[in-house]
């Protein structure tokens, strides 16, 4: 009974452990739910996708993303030209107290220059800096090709503003 209590306690504190890797908050910004697609072999693109929580009260701008997995990574967001998807470079996002989710079709991170393909079940380590909370750390889980949220979840929340980026299917501009 005492081994069976113990190793209860270990794995509840090694699940812990993996949750929050996935999940980190600073001066009341939350950075959720982490996730990539996987690559085909030979993809030099990807894209994050995330869930932004901003306390009340609270405004802050996300400036900037990198991963150690890309060569550079660049905030995009979508709009519709006509009946095109354009994908455009953004200096940032502002953000105001609520829920803001990088989601497929919308706002995303762009993960350029890729260093390998990304597998699914691996998690790649990706750093946002936001103007007021600094540098925030977290780990995305690579979901599988055509995955349209983290987990198996078939979408973020519906009650947050729309963003993140599919690729297939529109323009890139810079």
């Not at 085909?40 to 996708?49: I, M, N, R």
């Not at 660049?74 to 989601?103: N, Y």
């Amino acid at each position: 009974m005492r081994s069976s209590l113990a190793a209860l306690t270990l794995l509840c504190a090694a699940l812990a452990g993996s949750a929050s890797a996935h999940e980190a908050t600073k001066d009341g910004v939350t950075v959720a739910h982490p996730w990539v697609r996987a690559t085909p072999g030979g993809a030099t693109t990807g894209a994050a996708y995330l869930e932004i929580k901003v306390a009340e009260g609270v405004t802050d701008r996300l400036v900037s993303a990198s991963s150690p997995v890309a060569g550079r990574a660049e905030i995009h967001s979508h709009t519709m030209d006509g009946d095109v998807m354009r994908m455009r470079r953004v200096d940032g996002l502002d953000l105001k107290s609520g829920s803001f989710v990088l989601k497929p079709q919308g706002n995303h991170v762009m993960l350029m220059d890729l260093k390998g393909p990304l597998k699914e079940g691996d998690l790649i380590n990706l750093k946002l800096v936001f103007e007021k909370a600094g540098a925030i750390d977290v780990e995305a889980t690579v979901e599988p090709i055509g995955a349209n949220g983290p987990h198996g979840m078939d979408s973020q929340p519906t009650d947050a503003p729309a963003g993140g980026g599919e690729h297939g299917g529109h323009e890139h501009h810079h």
